[in-house]
């Protein structure tokens, strides 16, 4: 059974640090494209960053970069993004994503409220 678990979620003061995780199961992980996205209340869910394969090529929306970084350990199958300098409009419910071909998995998201 495919299963994606985010955590790490929480209520930080603007300025703050999170780190997010994703943990993967049921496929194979190492294999997929993994991704974060994220929801702010009443907005479309929107690409936060992406990474390839481990080592590969890391994308970034132009609002987080610089204070976002994503990455993976493909011998835990846990995909992370580290958030610093965190903004109240980088609140969100936070989703990550695995995608390989057509098959396309979903977490079920972390809320992430940056608010003093």
């Known amino acids: 059974q495919v299963q994606l678990v985010e955590s790490g979620g929480g209520l930080v003061q603007p300025g703050g640090s999170l780190r997010l995780s994703c943990a993967a199961s049921?496929?194979?992980?190492?294999?997929?494209?993994m991704r974060w996205y994220r929801q702010a209340a009443g907005q479309e869910r929107k690409l936060v960053a992406g990474m390839l394969l481990s080592g590969g090529r890391r994308t970034y929306v132009d609002s987080v970069k610089g204070r976002f970084t994503i990455s993976r350990d493909n011998t835990k199958n846990i995909l992370y993004l580290d958030m610093n300098q965190l903004k109240p409009e980088d609140t969100a419910v936070y989703y990550c994503?695995?995608?390989?071909?057509?098959?396309?998995?979903w977490g079920q998201g972390t809320q992430v409220t940056v608010s003093s």
């Open positions: 994503k695995a995608i390989y071909g057509s098959l396309a998995y």
């Open positions: 049921g496929f194979t992980f190492s294999r997929f494209e």
